[in-house]
Nanobody, 123 residues
Framework: QVQLVESGGGLVQAGGSLRLSCAAS???????????MGWYHQAPGKQRELVAT???????NYADSVKGRFAVSRENAKRTQYLQMNSLKSADTAVYYC??????????????WGQGTQVTVSS
């Protein structure tokens, strides 16, 4: 059973930094290495939105609102991905979710989600 556990959220002042981590278990190292990962956030009353993704090859993609401030990375040996968040703004306040996208044969892909970690930025 694949499980994703996020950590690193908390309360920070505007302009500050946080580093989120997401550790995967229940998945082999080989499958994890060939999977894509990402971070999404959901603010109260809003839909879940993409923040950043990182492919198995290390290519990254960011929402326009976080470009230049956030950096996503992964450490396959630890089956972990990270989100370094700098110059935080009150608009970044949300629950942040980790996503693991496993590519399956014949299009039978699977998506897994963590339980979420709260990030609150005070102005």
């Amino acid at each position: 059973q694949v499980q994703l556990v996020e950590s690193g959220g908390g309360l920070v002042q505007a302009g500050g930094s946080l580093r989120l981590s997401c550790a995967a278990s229940g998945v082999s190292g080989r499958i994890f290495t060939f999977s894509d990962m990402g971070w999404y956030h959901q603010a109260p009353g809003k839909q879940r939105e993409l923040v950043a993704t990182i492919t198995s090859g290390g290519s990254t993609n960011y929402a326009d609102s976080v470009k230049g401030r956030f950096a996503v990375s992964r450490e396959n040996a630890k089956r972990t991905q990270y989100l370094q968040m700098n110059s935080l703004k009150s608009a970044d306040t949300a629950v942040y979710y980790c996503n693991l996208h496993i590519w399956g044969a014949d299009g039978s892909d699977s998506d897994y989600w963590g339980q979420g970690t709260q990030v609150t930025v005070s102005s």
